[in-house]
């Protein structure tokens, strides 16, 4: 199991999008989420018992913003959030990996991975990094207002905190040609460890 990782605007997307194209599977923590709280499912009825129907838009789909209103108010109530999201979301991974072939390189798109403190979980983890600058000016061209975006990035972990953790750092701040030069190295690397007697 290999780890991807990076800041909001780094362009992990991206980057996980290549690893698809080379033969990985993909598994992606923020989609499986989403999906584990789409209408009908379990864990959105237990969420709607514990904070009440005003947390479904008119669609009958999941309003982000009104149940962070309610769950975020405290360490208790955040919890409550936890203890019904997680248990879905942990199998609905399990699920996706055990239908990965046997010999195929799996990748956990985790955008929060060391904040997460899960990072020493993989065998091998890979961080995707851009300059701040950069980053803003890509998340500003995608609608997301400068200051929000400064905000989400004063949430998540620094530069170094990701590279504490990393097997490759992945640097985001040329053109295409250059991040696919440096995902084909990392893929060859995890070719050469997938093969069998490799530890």
């Given at each position: 199991m290999v780890g991807l990782t990076g800041g909001i605007g780094s362009g992990k997307s991206t980057v996980a999008?290549?690893?698809v194209g080379r033969g990985a599977v993909v598994v992606d923590a923020d989609a499986i989420a989403r999906q584990v709280v789409e209408p009908g499912t379990p864990a959105l009825a237990q969420l709607v018992e514990r904070f009440g129907p005003e947390i479904l838009a008119e669609d009958g789909?999941?309003?982000r913003p009104a149940l962070a209103a309610r769950a975020f108010v405290n360490d208790e109530t955040r919890k409550e959030l936890q203890d019904i999201t997680h248990p879905a979301i942990g199998a609905e991974f399990l699920r996706q990996v055990a239908e990965a072939p046997a010999d195929?390189?799996?990748?956990?798109?985790?955008?929060?991975?060391v904040e997460s403190t899960r990072g020493y979980d993989y065998g091998a983890v890979i961080v995707v990094e851009t300059p701040k600058e950069l980053r803003l000016v890509r998340l500003e061209a995608r609608g997301i207002p400068r200051e929000d975006a400064e905000n989400r990035m004063a949430l998540q972990a620094t530069d170094e905190e990701r590279r504490a953790v990393a097997t490759w750092v992945i640097d985001n701040s040329g053109d295409l040609g250059h991040l696919e030069r440096q995902v084909d190295a990392i893929w060859h690397e995890l070719q050469e460890r997938a093969r069998p007697g490799k530890p």
């Open positions: 999008q290549m690893m789909s999941l309003d195929g390189i799996v990748v956990h798109d985790v955008p929060l991975l």
